[in-house]
């Protein structure tokens, strides 16, 4: 009943619209009494979280299939991955914009009340760096995976915004996004740029940060040797 209801309510929220649909009309549409959809949903943001649950558990499983390319490559697939998911619901996550970027909403997408669903994405991510065969130190994978969760965060948004035809600047963005990730790796390995993204890393932790969730580790890829200073052989960039 739970499923029919989320579904039910989606289907609203997608065709009438989130603020014009009401918990009766979700129940009336679903076939049961108010009362016990309430028992299963006390609130329309109740639904939207349980949506955030529902896209967070595919895009678990779609992240752990992924096969091991380079990590500009998996950043792309994962990317894609996520407009596919969310373009059904963009009207509604649309209507929502303004809960889902308050921290003190229950919607916020950066609030306490959805910690635990940023901590799942952010592992995910960590998995998408361990698992590239261009993966880097240990250090660098966990700095990388939370850099890359706060891009895919903006990258997001600006899909919401962006009015081109089929949001074609969006993908224009994610394909210079995954240019500059080709060259920013291969750039990891000069220590200044290693300790600019260690300091990137800390200027964002207080914003996206969260706690790390253990998951199933990737297949490992070799490591890269410690990051080089700026008088390397120019060989070490090729």
Same mark, same amino acid.
């Given at each position: !009943?739970?499923?029919?209801?989320?579904? @039910?309510?989606?289907?609203?929220?997608?065709?009438?619209?989130?603020?014009?649909? *009401?918990?009766?009309?979700?129940?009336?549409?679903?076939?049961?009494?108010?009362?016990?959809?309430?028992?299963?949903?006390?609130?329309?943001?109740?639904? /939207?979280?349980?949506?955030?649950?529902?896209?967070?558990?595919?895009?678990?499983?779609?992240?752990?299939?992924?096969? +091991?390319?380079?990590?500009?490559?998996?950043?792309?697939?994962? !990317?894609?991955?996520?407009?596919?998911?969310?373009?059904?619901?963009?009207?509604?996550?649309?209507?929502?914009?303004?809960?889902?970027?308050?921290?003190?909403?229950?919607?916020?997408?950066?609030?306490?009340? @959805?910690?635990?669903?940023?901590?799942?994405?952010?592992? !995910?991510?960590?998995?998408? /760096?361990?698992?590239?065969?261009?993966?880097?130190?240990?250090?660098?994978?966990?700095?990388?995976?939370?850099?890359?969760?706060?891009?895919?965060?903006?990258? /997001?948004?600006?899909?919401?915004?962006?009015?081109?035809?089929?949001?074609?600047? *969006?993908?224009? !963005?994610?394909? =210079?996004?995954?240019?500059? =990730?080709?060259?920013?790796?291969?750039?990891?390995?000069?220590?200044?740029?290693?300790?600019? =993204?260690?300091? =990137?890393?800390?200027?964002?932790?207080?914003?996206?940060?969260?706690?790390?969730?253990?998951?199933?580790?990737? &297949?490992?890829?070799?490591?890269? +040797?410690? &990051?080089?200073?700026?008088?390397?052989?120019?060989?070490?960039?090729?």
């Amino acid at each position: !009943m739970r499923e029919h209801l989320l579904d @039910t309510a989606l289907d609203l929220f997608t065709g009438n619209g989130y603020h014009e649909t *009401t918990m009766r009309d979700i129940a009336a549409a679903a076939g049961c009494s108010p009362g016990l959809t309430y028992r299963y949903f006390a609130r329309k943001e109740d639904l /939207v979280v349980a949506l955030y649950q529902r896209l967070a558990h595919e895009f678990e499983e779609r992240v752990m299939a992924l096969p +091991p390319m380079s990590l500009a490559e998996r950043f792309e697939q994962v !990317m894609q991955l996520r407009l596919r998911q969310v373009t059904p619901y963009r009207g509604i996550y649309q209507a929502i914009l303004g809960s889902a970027l308050s921290p003190q909403n229950d919607l916020g997408i950066l609030g306490d009340n @959805t910690l635990e669903l940023r901590a799942r994405a952010q592992a !995910m991510f960590t998995l998408v /760096v361990e698992g590239a065969s261009d993966a880097p130190s240990q250090q660098q994978v966990e700095e990388l995976a939370q850099v890359l969760y706060a891009v895919h965060l903006c990258f /997001v948004l600006f899909w919401l915004y962006d009015r081109s035809p089929q949001q074609h600047a *969006t993908d224009e !963005m994610l394909s =210079l996004a995954c240019d500059a =990730l080709r060259l920013g790796r291969r750039l990891l390995r000069l220590r200044p740029v290693s300790r600019a =993204l260690t300091r =990137l890393t800390r200027a964002i932790t207080p914003v996206f940060g969260v706690e790390a969730i253990s998951q199933p580790a990737a &297949p490992r890829a070799h490591r890269e +040797p410690p &990051p080089a200073e700026w008088d390397d052989e120019p060989g070490e960039l090729e």
